[in-house]
């Protein structure tokens, strides 16, 4: 095998045990609370770490509704009378993963391992 080759195969397996180590270090921080947004607006606060046991709540709007369902450290969209039902296929979602979103409701669940952010923070500076 020349230097070529065995510099390329070390560069690789290198970027993959680095990747590794991010992921288990930064990629499962546990989510302790959902932010529940109707139309840019935050409707609800739910603590994850503090669910006793699993429970659901409909979301409501002009155009339907969505039923959600709470368990301990994570959240899920069960039911959605949106024309396309895409929400419902993000399925659970805990441990900081990605936002559950249904376009059609203008609904957003997001994770933080955080309070809501105040009112007043400022969340970025474009320009």
Not at 42 to 59: K, Q, S, W
Request: charged residues 15%; proline residues 5%; hydrophobic residues 45%.
């Amino acid at each position: 095998m020349d230097m070529k080759t065995r510099y390329w195969i070390l560069n690789t397996v290198g970027v993959f045990v680095i990747a590794i180590v991010v992921l288990l270090v930064f990629g499962n921080s546990p989510a302790d609370t959902a932010l529940v947004y109707q139309k840019g607006e935050l409707i609800r606060t739910i603590d994850l770490t503090d669910v006793a046991e699993p429970y659901g709540f409909t979301v409501e709007c002009e155009t339907g509704s969505n039923h959600i369902l709470v368990d301990k450290g994570r959240i899920c969209i069960a039911q959605s009378d949106c024309p396309d039902g895409q929400c419902i296929y993000q399925g659970w979602v805990g441990g900081g993963g990605a936002p559950l979103v249904c376009l059609p409701h203008e609904l957003v669940i997001e994770l933080s391992s955080g309070s809501a952010p105040a009112a007043s923070e400022v969340d970025a500076v474009v320009g």
